[in-house]
């Protein structure tokens, strides 16, 4: 016997919606604007493209049109090289910043989550305290840490560890640096989320058996925490690969990050189609990690408990 359906309010259909109402507002119109950009011709005008069809062609129009749609700016980034190299050294600092965080992060986290209850408040306040200072502020700050003449190099040299200053400044080691710091909280926080829910029972069930420490860790501890290191993965992975602000200020030219030439062809080349493309292929670079940790939470809800 099936069960009725109860009607929503028009209140609550309101509530429902909100939230696709702002995926589409702010997420899928303007990507489709990008999207349309990408296959118009660059132009000197303002702004500086001419698109190859527009609303007020009419439906008739626009699939007349779409059907002689070029893409010239797709073409021109296979054959740069400049965009290929952007993507490659994007993901490899994005994927060696993540990995760093994570080792970093989670032994924090699990000594947060296994302190006592009256310090875990006092704990993730510490650990969320960067962000009550500006971002721009606190990159700005490791500029002078890692200069030349800066206070590491300073440090270092006093303790005679070195003998003449790094090069640490305008590398690709600094915008790794740059990152992991700004980025940790995020990585963090999920991680702290996923092992303060853990029973204890579970450990201590392990323990009884006679699982040692550590095999109590890699059986017990971290294959439950899996979903919090995916979500930590993801939300400091994803942001890092289209970061602008750090390697601009902390790498040095030859810092190829997709962010900065995107920038680049926005502002200075005023080639908005190619930009446009470019940040096209980023989003669809980007899909593929969050298609594969959703497949992974959908095997973890099946299997038994």
């Avoid at 990408?38 to 008739?60: C, M, N, Q, V």
């Avoid at 962000?131 to 003449?149: G, Q």
Wanted: charged share 15%; with cysteine; glycine share 6%.
């Amino acid at each position: 016997m099936s069960v009725p359906r109860k009607k929503l309010s028009g209140g609550q259909r309101a509530v429902l919606a909100a939230p696709y109402l702002w995926i589409v507002v702010f997420f899928l119109a303007p990507m489709a604007l990008i999207a349309k950009i990408s296959l118009s011709h660059p132009a000197e005008t303002r702004p500086p493209y001419e698109p190859t069809f527009s609303i007020d062609d009419g439906l008739a129009g626009v699939l007349a049109k779409a059907r002689t749609l070029g893409f010239d700016a797709y073409r021109a980034l296979a054959d740069d090289r400049l965009y290929l190299d952007s993507y490659l050294t994007s993901l490899l600092i994005a994927g060696v910043s993540t990995a760093i965080m994570l080792m970093i992060a989670y032994p924090f986290a699990l000594t947060m989550a296994r302190a006592p209850r009256r310090l875990r408040s006092l704990l993730i306040g510490l650990a969320v305290a960067p962000f009550w200072t500006s971002f721009l502020i606190r990159v700005y700050a490791w500029i002078a840490l890692l200069k030349d003449e800066g206070l590491i190099n300073h440090a270092l040299m006093a303790l005679h560890i070195i003998d003449a200053p790094l090069s640490i400044y305008a590398t690709n080691g600094a915008v790794v640096i740059g990152i992991v710091y700004s980025y940790l909280p995020f990585m963090l926080l999920p991680l702290y989320s996923a092992l303060e829910r853990q029973d204890p029972a579970l450990r201590e069930a392990a323990a009884d058996l006679g699982a040692s420490p550590l095999q109590v860790f890699w059986r017990v501890t971290l294959p439950l925490s899996r979903p919090g290191v995916i979500a930590g993965c993801l939300l400091v992975f994803i942001p890092a690969v289209g970061e602008f602000v750090i390697p601009d200020l902390l790498g040095g030219s030859e810092t190829l990050m997709i962010g900065r030439t995107l920038w680049n062809d926005f502002f200075a080349n005023r080639d908005w189609p190619a930009a446009s493309a470019a940040a096209i292929i980023l989003l669809a670079l980007l899909i593929g990690p969050l298609l594969v940790a959703e497949r992974a939470r959908l095997r973890a809800e099946e299997e038994p408990s």
